[in-house]
């Protein structure tokens, strides 16, 4: 049912020249968090293969959901590696590991590291040349500063990310 969804949007994507991207999700089952749809890189990447080979062209792509691969205690050198270049997008939030939460990255830390493998994301995206889009999602570390901070919590978001820009870079 979802193959024949997709598939069903592509021409009308090519049509306005875009990209359709399938993202890792957690799934919550009575208040437990568990690997959701796409949430394997080795699924994701043939659901990725198989609807631009239905397709043939380029036409689907892979959003990376850092706080995602948080949730579900996985590797993300490993999981960019296998995703390599079907990776256009990654959404940059931190949180403690076992919630859900859209955090500044580097803003959460548990017993003074953080719970968020920064270094491996940035290695693995490294070494697949990535060169997409980089999204922050800071949702909830806006929403608990006063308004009248949160000029400055913008330009730290910035600094935050042109950090990995650099990094990946």
């Given at each position: 049912?979802?193959?024949?969804?997709?598939?069903?949007?592509?021409?009308?994507?090519?049509?306005?020249?875009?990209?359709?991207?399938?993202?890792?999700?957690?799934?919550?089952?009575?208040?437990?968090?568990?690997?959701?749809?796409?949430?394997?890189?080795?699924?994701?990447?043939?659901?990725?293969?198989?609807?631009?080979?239905?397709?043939?062209?380029?036409?689907?792509?892979?959003?990376?959901?850092?706080?995602?691969?948080?949730?579900?205690g996985?590797?993300?050198?490993?999981?960019?590696?296998?995703?390599?270049?079907?990776?256009?997008?990654?959404?940059?939030?931190d949180?403690?590991g076992?919630?859900?939460?859209?955090?500044?990255?580097?803003?959460?830390?548990?017993?003074?590291?953080?719970?968020?493998?920064?270094?491996?994301?940035?290695?693995?995206?490294?070494?697949?040349?990535?060169?997409?889009?980089?999204?922050?999602?800071?949702?909830?570390?806006?929403?608990?500063?006063?308004?009248?901070?949160?000029?400055?919590?913008?330009?730290?978001?910035?600094?935050?990310?042109?950090?990995?820009?650099?990094?990946?870079?």
């Open positions: 049912v979802n193959r024949e969804f997709y598939l069903s949007l592509a021409d009308l994507a090519r049509q306005n020249k875009v990209m359709i991207l399938l993202e890792n999700q957690c799934r919550d089952i009575n208040g437990s968090l568990h690997r959701g749809i796409c949430a394997d890189a080795c699924e994701a990447a043939l659901w990725v293969d198989s609807l631009n080979a239905a397709c043939g062209e380029e036409r689907f792509g892979f959003c990376m959901d850092v706080g995602a691969c948080s949730l579900c996985q590797n993300m050198r490993e999981f960019s590696l296998t995703l390599g270049h079907r990776i256009q997008a990654v959404i940059l939030r949180l403690d076992s919630r859900e939460s859209s955090r500044l990255p580097f803003t959460y830390s548990g017993f003074e590291r953080s719970g968020t493998d920064w270094l491996g994301l940035i290695r693995g995206l490294r070494e697949i040349g990535f060169d997409g889009s980089l999204i922050l999602d800071f949702s909830t570390t806006a929403a608990a500063f006063s308004p009248l901070l949160r000029p400055q919590v913008l330009q730290l978001a910035r600094a935050v990310g042109e950090y990995f820009k650099w990094q990946i870079g």
